[in-house]
């Protein structure tokens, strides 16, 4: 087969495509062919028949064949998987055949023989896979074949609970009060947002900051996805405030050092925070790339904030460039007006303070050039610095002194013992020459002697008269001689001896020579000689503490544009494995030397950027000549580390946030990275079922990037298509994204076509990414478009979208025709997910889609209604199944509802709808049987919370105004003077006989911190409570028919019904018991005494949560036992086996 040339058949192969497979088609119609026109089938066979026949056929022989290596051993899924495929494939031709009339009972006997050795072979395997786990008999069970186990074993043991009895009940005014406070669950809140008033408005950044902390780390003691989202959004308002203003406002400018430690601080904490939500089953409920893109863009704004300190601190910043590309924020995905306005603003401030002419400052995409010429400037006008410098100076000088004087010393006293050796190599010269006949003529008569010697001994038995005329003869000669011999070895032994004396003093100063002409030990400097490079190291180890988090911050905010997690392909890209020496650690170590101890000491320190070196410190003794009559000057023997020039390195942050993104050790956050790799990585990523669509979500920002067939892949992919989208769907969903500059127009053209599935997950995302995604930033000097003469930054895809007949009005008349139309369509109302939220969003921008917005909220509030009337009905008549899910209906309706106000102007009628909302969502929080349902609810819980703690400062203001709300103690103080009907008619809305006017009450802590949570003491006598940031409502600090936070946070309750409530009633001896049997049973909850058995208190109260269980019919009671926060089941269930323990709950039956 060839590839296709042209025509229609290739469509695709350019965008990507493949060739489909077509051989077998090919020989399935050449057979058909050949039975057609060969003449082989005579004229009452059908060649279609035929050819039918043998490929069922065919079918059944490959089924036959595999069948063959169909064993026990071999049954595993992916076989069993070929083989009930094989089969399904012969048994639709035989059901085919049996439809045209053919007789197939043969064919479908050897079917079935074949369905039975499949269902024989996965049987065998099955056993074969449970004898494994098969325990051996015990010694009384051994039988044949059977070996017992070793040992002894018994039953798990353990010591049962005992009963507990409800705690005696408190009752009271105060009792009430610490009951509400406890139980409504309220989170303290900052007085740091715009709407402020006097010394809160007034005070300084740093101030906030600190505020901020202590809000931060008060939260962090709260459970619960309200309390993190609240931290988060906290940060975030003042943050975005701050950037919205102007970084050169007073208000958004750090006055100190300290107030750069204090925002460096919160960061860590805010990205902590953020790291362990993300880590949460809540984060499902949001946009991954929005809350990693309002991370990026809050530490971007940190950035401009250090960076105008810095400016102001330091005279010489202003010099320089900043570290960031003020494109770079192309990439962010923010779903409301602030944090795009903050975006703009800190865009426009790193273009006012990027210029071609000049270097940037603490940046490593130009390999740290900007930056060392900034230490040098910046050391040579600094007086600290230039002291530090000068005072190394004159340290590094005596070390030079006091080594050269050592030198000099030995070279003195080499030159001593060399004269004093030659001396004594001339004295045991003339001693050689004295000695030299002497041992000569030694010698000679030891030789004699020694012949003669022998002589005499062959005579010494001689008889002949010759021999003993011989012997008489030598005697005398002999003795002659010896005489001679010990007159010269007398002569000989006081010179041998001078000389040996001279010879050994000789070799001791040989030593002292050899020693003294040895090199002393070098020196190794602290600090470069090269001026320049001093001024570098100088810098990095001491410079103020605004530039070191200047630098921390320039590297921090550019690492949130690299992918997480990491891929190789971007570790490889990023990683920096060339660093050998650490600047501060040589500097630290060799500022004291064996020649000279400096009076004063400095400590080099590092911020999170640390200074390192690619060469490395030379070994000591390589450095210099080896001997001291080598060297010729001063300099010899001193090493300055000028060939270490400091490089910025960078860890990460060090922080808990950073520890799953998957960074190298040590990499560069400023490496190239492919912008494709970019923009996938800040683009949200579809459920995991729709996962064949990403492609059409990313878009890498421009015209020249994005590829010239991009608009054509929808069409040449459309046999990807889902089944849940129809054809005109899928090229609309496929092409929204298709080119930068269309997709609000696409956006608008799909709104007015009506061919996607608005509630769909995969759309709603594809819709968010294209709306909130802010694409490329330019900046204009169109005076037209901003009061600034200078220019203004802008969104190129939104540029010109407020004019008349453009997008934004656009997508206003589609919204408020979608309104109207959806309004008498409750099934419908699924799309309220997606398009109440596009209208809130865009709602800060055209007041048409505010009122689209609004239509939204009251058509799904509508329909809340309605299933109201239902659910009553109902339950009229026992219908619990049906009644639980209308109800979970009707809170899916309010909570889509609510979801309308997330963004766009409030009044006071709209916070009180939004209070009433949550109120009524929080009260429909109830266990359901359908899981499914129960996480899609979970996730809108979690989306409505964020609304009210993003709205939290506006929704306070509406209530400010004209309601005269006091604050007081938590638990004592003065009531209030004035009323806020809004919390009121929250309050009704579940406990219907609230009084119509109640004197509301801020909760404040003693220190006078307020917190999100209201009282009121009714005209009725009781107290009413209400949590506004999740809609919780006390009644004498009990919830209405509900349980309480405390009960549905603790871990027992938790772990077995997770976060659900139960419609309950409160008895007189403090129990809760549900009104509905849950699937046939019913259950209770109370607090009891802590007993020594049990494994959670309640936040160290010494009280236990006791759940028990009631069958309905039989009226059997379970209780629910404490597993422990180690889950090893404390003393009465240790010894149960450990997936017993962990993987099930456990009822006593008492």
Not at 139 to 149: N, V
Not at 200 to 222: F, R
Not at 450 to 463: C, G, I, P, Q, Y
Not at 874 to 902: E, M, T, V
Request: charged content about 15%; glycine content about 6%; hydrophobic content about 40%.
């Amino acid at each position: 087969m060839t590839m296709p040339r042209g025509g229609f058949t290739d469509v695709g192969l350019h965008t990507g495509g493949t060739p489909r497979a077509t051989s077998w088609d090919l020989v399935q119609q050449t057979l058909l062919a050949v039975l057609q026109q060969s003449g082989v089938c005579s004229a009452d066979q059908q060649p279609d028949a035929i050819l039918a026949l043998a490929l069922a056929h065919l079918d059944l022989w490959l089924l036959s064949q595999q069948l063959q290596l169909l064993r026990p051993e071999t049954a595993t899924a992916d076989m069993l998987n070929v083989c009930m495929s094989m089969l399904d494939s012969a048994a639709r031709k035989a059901a085919a055949l049996a439809m045209d009339g053919h007789n197939v009972s043969s064919f479908e006997a050897q079917l079935q023989i074949a369905a039975q050795r499949i269902q024989v072979a996965t049987a065998e395997r099955a056993v074969q896979e449970g004898n494994q786990y098969m325990l051996p008999a015990s010694s009384s069970d051994q039988g044949p074949g059977r070996s017992g186990m070793s040992g002894t074993w018994r039953l798990p043991s353990g010591v049962v609970p005992a009963a507990a009895v409800p705690e005696a009940l408190a009752t009271g005014r105060h009792a009430a009060v610490a009951n509400a406070t406890a139980a409504l669950g309220a989170l303290p809140v900052t007085t740091t947002g715009s709407t402020d008033t006097g010394a809160a408005a007034t005070a300084g950044l740093g101030h906030k900051l600190q505020q901020l902390q202590g809000l931060l780390q008060a939260l962090n003691q709260h459970s619960g996805d309200v309390a993190a989202q609240h931290a988060i959004s906290s940060v975030e308002e003042v943050m975005f405030g701050c950037a919205v203003a102007g970084f050169d406002n007073a208000s958004s400018r750090l006055q100190s050092a300290a107030d750069a430690e204090a925002l460096m601080q919160l960061i860590a904490l805010y990205r902590n925070m953020v790291s362990m939500y993300r880590q949460s089953t809540a984060a499902a409920a949001t946009m991954k790339i929005e809350v990693r893109s309002r991370e990026a863009l809050l530490t971007w704004v940190a950035y401009c904030m250090m960076f105008e300190l810095a400016k102001s601190q330091e005279p010489l910043v202003r010099s320089y460039n900043v570290a960031l590309s003020w494109r770079d924020p192309q990439y962010f995905v923010l779903c409301d007006k602030t944090a795009v306005e903050a975006t703009l603003s800190v865009s426009s401030y790193l273009y006012e303070h990027s210029s071609p002419s000049r270097h940037q400052l603490f940046s490593m995409s130009d390999s740290g050039k900007g930056t060392a010429a900034f230490a040098v400037q910046f050391v040579a006008q600094d007086s600290r610095l230039s002291g530090i410098l000068r005072q190394h100076q004159l340290d590094m000088d005596l070390s030079v002194e006091k080594h050269d004087a050592e030198v000099q010393r030995k070279k003195q006293l080499f030159a001593q013992l060399t004269a004093e050796a030659s001396e004594l190599t001339s004295q045991i010269s003339t001693l050689r020459g004295q000695l030299r006949p002497l041992e000569a003529e030694q010698a000679d008569l030891n030789r004699q002697a020694s012949s003669l010697s022998r002589r005499l001994w062959e005579l010494r038995f001689a008889v002949n008269a010759d021999k003993l005329v011989e012997k008489e003869l030598l005697e005398p000669q002999y003795a002659l001689v010896q005489s001679q011999k010990s007159a010269v070895d007398k002569k000989v032994s006081p010179l041998q001896s001078r000389k040996n004396t001279l010879e050994s003093k000789l070799a001791d100063v040989n030593r002292q020579l050899q020693a003294a002409r040895e090199a002393p030990a070098s020196v190794i400097q602290p600090l470069p000689k090269n001026t320049q490079n001093a001024h570098q190291w100088v810098f990095w180890l001491h410079k103020p503490t605004v530039l070191s988090s200047l630098a921390d911050i320039s590297l921090l905010a550019q690492q949130l544009l690299l992918p997480t997690p990491c891929s190789s392909d971007v570790q490889s890209a990023i990683q920096v494995t060339d660093m050998v020496t650490s600047i501060v650690q040589h500097y630290n170590t060799h500022q004291v030397s064996r020649y000279h101890r400096p009076v004063q000491l400095f400590t080099g320190s590092q911020g999170l950027v640390k200074p390192f070196a690619r060469a490395g410190v030379p070994g000591p003794s390589t450095i210099g000549p080896r001997y001291v009559d080598q060297i010729t000057s001063k300099e010899q023997g001193v090493w300055y580390p000028d060939d270490l020039l400091p490089v910025m390195t960078w860890n990460g942050a060090c922080t808990a946030a950073d520890n799953s993104n998957g960074f190298p050790p040590t990499f560069n956050p400023f490496a190239a990275i492919d912008t494709t790799i970019t923009a996938d990585s800040f683009t949200e990523r579809l459920p995991a079922q729709h996962a064949s669509l990403q492609w059409t979500m990313l878009q890498l920002g421009s015209r020249a990037a994005t590829p010239l067939d991009r608009g054509n892949l929808g069409i040449a992919r459309q046999d990807q298509k889902p089944c849940w989208m129809s054809k005109p769907g899928y090229l609309a969903f496929t092409s929204m994204r298709a080119y930068p500059l269309m997709q609000l127009r696409q956006l608008c053209i799909a709104l007015r076509e009506q061919h996607l599935p608005w509630g769909h997950p995969a759309v709603v995302a594809l819709v968010k990414q294209t709306v909130y995604q802010l694409g490329d930033l330019i900046w204009t000097n169109d005076s037209s478009t901003s009061s600034s003469s200078t220019g203004s930054m802008q969104l190129l895809w939104r540029r010109h979208w407020e004019a008349e007949g453009q997008e934004l009005h656009a997508l206003s008349y589609e919204l408020q025709l979608l309104a109207e139309k959806l309004a008498d369509a409750p099934r419908e109302h699924d799309a309220v997910l997606l398009l109440g939220q596009l209208a809130a969003y865009l709602a800060d921008w055209h007041s048409g889609c505010k009122e689209a917005a609004r239509q939204f909220a009251a058509m799904t509030s509508k329909a809340a209604e309605q299933l109201g009337k239902q659910l009553q009905q109902a339950r009229a008549h026992n219908q619990d199944g049906i009644a639980r899910q209308l109800q979970a209906k009707q809170s899916k309706a309010r909570a889509l509802s609510l979801l309308c106000y997330g963004a766009g102007p409030l009044d006071a009628s709209d916070v009180a709808h939004m209070l009433q909302l949550m109120v009524l969502v929080k009260h429909g929080d109830l266990l359901l049987a359908d899981t499914a349902l129960a996480d899609e609810l979970q996730q809108l819980r979690v989306q409505c919370h964020w609304v009210m703690v993003k709205r939290l400062p506006a929704v306070l203001a509406v209530l400010q105004q004209g309601s005269g709300i006091s604050r007081r103690h938590a638990v004592e103080g003065p009531a209030g003077l004035a009323g806020s009907p809004l919390m009121t008619a929250a309050v009704a809305a579940v406990l219907q006989w609230t009084p119509p006017e109640l004197q509301w009450v801020q909760l404040t802590t003693a220190a006078g911190h307020a917190w999100a949570g209201f009282h009121a003491e009714g005209s009725d006598g009781h107290l009413y409570s209400l949590n506004i940031l999740d809609g919780t409502v006390l009644l004498d600090g009990v919830p209405p028919s509900r349980l309480p936070s405390d009960i549905l946070q603790h871990p027992v309750y938790h772990c077995c019904f997770g976060s659900s409530n139960f419609d309950v009633g409160f008895t007189a001896t403090g129990m809760y018991k549900t009104l509905r049997a849950i699937d046939g049973c019913y259950y209770s909850f109370y607090w009891a005494a802590a007993s020594s058995t049990s494994q959670h208190g309640s936040t160290g109260s010494g009280r236990e949560l006791v759940i028990l269980e009631t069958e309905r019919d039989t009226g059997e009671q379970l209780q629910l036992l404490d597993v422990g926060v180690d889950g090893a089941c404390g003393a009465w269930g240790r010894e149960l086996p450990l997936r017993l323990r962990q993987l099930h709950s456990h009822w006593l039956n008492r």
